[in-house]
């Protein structure tokens, strides 16, 4: 083997990683936040965090992504530790899946259609398929699946470079000899931890192994001790990725860490002494690409049948490693970037931090109208800190969308970004205009100013009116009802007739006397605002309709819906008309 062997080597590694990325990038963009939202669902049960783990793993194809997600997931606050356990082992098993791929390269058959099973074979075909869809189909989904076809037939190319650069290798008398040495099972963990976590990829450090083994005569003693070390090496990506994190999450990279070095150990000491004890002959026999990808399944659903009873324990070791010290102050929970590594995934959790913001908006909003004609500073406090997270919220989730918009979306999902700017505007504008009402009812305390009671009682039934659309358009948010979201507008159109007829009503107050000048600027600034809060509440309502129908246009909706012709709107408009009428 001289230099340009060890160059092409190289190279093939690289093509492996590029091909395995933007295979991986392409299968979650595809998922479209669907094993994401699945992810987020998991609970305190440990099947179900297992299926999720390998389910998510497989589909993805990269244990490393998996758990920086998980990093990322636990320092937003999103996830708990107890909660990714279990993902983390199902994650370990669904990673295997690519060695089992990469085994039917060592398939040696007459046989045309056997060879046809052999992915050096079938993923030039691949590559033709991808290209063609990505060059000539209009449709994204599959320009995606053709972005997966050319990463498998890159990631195959790369495993055929690997594999051309060591052949030959059994015929080297130093090879051989560095083979000898690795018969040490200490030696053999330490080679394969370091160099998977090097490369960072556990699949590619396999197919490494699995090259070598179709053109080299490794045994099974020397080739299982680099399988558990890989395991261990696959690691460093969480542990690089906790960095600058909480210690919740910080707590996520060593459970995975103590799962492989647990099981490793254990299996380093059952397997290797049960071999003195019977001299297990397979030790000896060399290894085929296939029996690595057994070998490599078998250590990990056997490490988590055995580690699955004692996950508290590991939590309970994590806790040990990383403990708790008081903090001055909890940090403020807001999207982790590392999540921005698996974009569809950030956007479901864009669209959980948008509900957390609706119901901050409703709250402050909701405050602020009840100061009115009932002002006090304490009470002040809790609608004007409303405001100022609202600022923060915008600020940092808008600055957030902005930088997940540069990366790959789908058109589903660049849409649903460009939704959720639009919405935490509207949030935001909603709570500028709470400070207002604030204000207002601050004026109306300091300067002892007095409202009719006529004002008064037509105050009340704009605040009831408002009060409902507020809480009606925040339910609609956080549970993206549709149904519900379409009774916002009739509810929106009846306030702003409310607000025309009160605001006749008062000029015809003042008009008789009955009203000072005063009031009257007051009156027409709490107008003004409680009009701009049910536009908002539109806005975000019409925003939950097209989610649902993405090709609904916002004017078009809400000009067909306020037609004459449209019975369902007309109906809930004379309701709550009748509902809300100033007497």
Known sequence: ?????????????????FGMGVMSASLEKMSGGKLERTLERATSSLPKSLALGMGITVAIQSSSAMTVMLVGLVNSGIMTLRQTVG??????????????????????SDNIFVNMLKPESFSPLFAVVGIAFIMFSKKQKRRDVGEILIGFAVLMFGMIVMKESVDGLSESAKFQSVLVAFENPLLGVLVGAVFTGIIQSSAASVGLLQAFAITSRIKFGVAIPIIMGQNIGTCVTALLSSIGVNRSARRVAVVHIYFNLIGTLLYMVVLYGLDKLFNFAFMDMDITPLWIAIAHSIFNISVTAVLLPFTRGLEK????????????????????????NTPAFAIVNCQNMVSRMCVIAKDTVLAAIALVGNYSERAAEAPAEGES????????????LVKLSSKELSDRDSWESARMLRAIGDLE???????????????????????????????DVLRE???????????????????????VEPLEQVIDVLVREARDRHIARVQRGECGIAPGFVWSDLMVNYERVSDHCSNL???VIQKKSPSVGGHDYLSKARSADNPEFVRAFDAYSARYRLE
């Open 541 to 543: 309502a019409v925003g």
């Open 429 to 459: 504008r909603m709570g500028d205009h709470a400070l207002n009402i604030i204000y207002s009812a601050k004026e109306v305390h300091d300067k002892g100013i007095g409202f009719s009671a006529a004002a008064t009682a037509d105050l």
């Open 465 to 487: 009116a408002l009060t409902e659309i507020v809480n009606m358009t925040t339910d609609a948010m956080v549970s993206r009802d549709e149904e519900l979201a379409k009774k």
């Open 389 to 400: 997270q609202l600022d923060a919220y915008e600020d940092k989730l808008g600055t957030y």
């Open 87 to 108: 993902v983390i082992m199902g994650s370990n098993i669904g990673t295997t899946l690519t060695a089992w791929i990469l085994a039917l390269a060592g398939v040696e």
């Open 317 to 340: 070791l994590a806790f040990l490693t990383i403990r708790d010290k008081p903090e001055s102050a909890p940090a403020e929970e807001f999207l982790d970037e590392r999540l921005l």
């Open 1 to 17: 083997m001289d230099i340009l062997d060890v160059f092409k080597l190289l190279g093939g590694v690289a093509f492996f990683l």
